[in-house]
Each structure stands twice: as structure tokens, then as C-alpha cells.
């Protein structure tokens, strides 16, 4: 089946400690996004990548850093830096301009 | 000024009712509009996508569209218990001439809906 897989679903972070969340397409889309949801509150977007090996930070990047090394992957790094990492992590696709995004079934961060 | 604000709810509505939600956004240049549910501790999922302004109808979903208001809407017909989650109005908007934009999400209404 096509779709947007994100491991692991639930995820502990120790003080100090980098962690990094999974997300991988195979859907052929282009684009792909980082969002954080805490609760109570709608998404906010982190990254987002339209190309392999080219990506542009979102409204709350600091903290967090990503790679698009091959088309189907957009692993997202939570840095020490990000000193309120506690959320729920949405990774999504869309394929062309103006379509909506499909949205993997999200990983849930806590800290230890 | 958010850039897109949705009614705060939460809205609670009998089954059977109508349930309408709202959602406002400050871009004149977008083009696209969607509403997601999402249930609770879930991933959202999409509903319904409007592009032009008017209504458009999917089952018991109706989406509509004023461009020139700088607003969009989902009525949903019949309300089922089922139908209660948080709705997410989510916006495309020019991420700096970017081909493919981004979504801008809305805060989120709850809806329940009570037998």
C-alpha cells in the first residue's frame, strides 16, 4: 500500500540527548514536511523539503535538523537545543502544487 | 492577526443536527483550502479540498468558499457521535515563490456531537 510510514510511535529523550524521528514515502511525492502538534493546538511547521538535498526551515526550526538525502526519506532531528521537545511529530507528503497533504500516523516525543 | 483563525468551539451539537464551522485567512492569494479531522492522540486525515468559490458537496460534508471574504466552512448534515474530533482548516499559502507552498492550519475546532 502506498503512504507515509513514521517510526517510532512513541519515542523517550534523556537531558542532553539527540534523537531522531523517521519518515518515509512511497508515494513518489516531491515534497515533504515536519510539524509539531501540542496539545490543544493546531500544527506548526518545523521543515520542508521540495527537492532532494534542498530544504527551508518552517515557523519553528530552532532546535531541530533534517536531511532529504534520497527522495523517499526526510528524517527529522531533535536536538539538545530544543529545550521543550515534548510533542506530537507529524511528518507529511504532497505531490503537486496546491493538493493537500497526506500525513503519516505521527510520533509521539517525551522526555525521560 | 493569525493567518488562519478558526471559531474556537468547542462546539457541541445534538445528533442528528448540523454542525457548521468556521475558519477565516488573511492571504488573498490562496488557492487552496482543506478541512482535516482529527481524532484524538490520531494523525489528521483529510475530508474535503475547495478550490473555487461556491459550495462543494461530499456525503454528508458540505465545504464552502468566499474568496472575496477571506472565508471558508464546513457544514456537516446529520451529525453521528462519530463525528466528533477536532476539524482543522488548513490553508495553501506562497512559502516565498516556492513551487509547492505550505499548509497553514488553523488552531482547530472540537466538535462533539452527544446522542
Known amino acids: 500500500d502506498g503512504g507515509i510510514t513514521q517510526s517510532p510511535k512513541y519515542l523517550f529523550r534523556k537531558e542532553g540527548q539527540n534523537v531522531t524521528l523517521s519518515c518515509e514515502q512511497n508515494?513518489?511525492?516531491?515534497?515533504m514536511y515536519w510539524y509539531r502538534q501540542d496539545p490543544g493546538q493546531g500544527l506548526r511547521l518545523i521543515y520542508y523539503?521540495?527537492?532532494?538535498?534542498?530544504?527551508q526551515k518552517g515557523d519553528i526550526a530552532e532546535g531541530y535538523s533534517v536531511s532529504r538525502e534520497k527522495k523517499e526519506s526526510f528524517p527529522l532531528t531533535v536536538t539538545s537545543a530544543q529545550k521543550n521537545p515534548t510533542a506530537f511529530y507529524l511528518c507529511?507528503?504532497?505531490?503537486?502544487?496546491?493538493?493537500?497533504?497526506?500525513f503519516g500516523d505521527g510520533t509521539r516525543l517525551s522526555i525521560l | 492577526q493569525k493567518e488562519v483563525e478558526q471559531n474556537s468551539g468547542p462546539l457541541s451539537v445534538p445528533e442528528g443536527a448540523i454542525a457548521s464551522l468556521n475558519c477565516t485567512y488573511s492571504?488573498?492569494?490562496?488557492?487552496?483550502f482543506f478541512w482535516y479531522r482529527q481524532y484524538s492522540g490520531k494523525s489528521p486525515e483529510l475530508i474535503m479540498s475547495i478550490y473555487s468559490n461556491g459550495d462543494k458537496e461530499d456525503g454528508r460534508f458540505t465545504a464552502q468558499l468566499n474568496k472575496a471574504s477571506q472565508y471558508v466552512s464546513l457544514l456537516i448534515r446529520d451529525s453521528q457521535p462519530s463525528d466528533s474530533a477536532t476539524y482543522l482548516c488548513?490553508?495553501?499559502?506562497?512559502?516565498?515563490?516556492?513551487?509547492?507552498?505550505?499548509?497553514?492550519f488553523g488552531q482547530g475546532t472540537i466538535l462533539t456531537v452527544h446522542p
Open positions: 507529511a507528503s504532497r505531490g503537486y502544487t496546491n493538493q493537500p497533504q497526506h
Open positions: 488548513a490553508v495553501n499559502t506562497n512559502a516565498g515563490g516556492t513551487s509547492y507552498g505550505k499548509l497553514t
Open positions: 508515494l513518489n511525492h516531491d515534497a
Open positions: 523539503s521540495q527537492i532532494v538535498n534542498d530544504f
Open positions: 492571504d488573498r492569494g490562496s488557492q487552496s
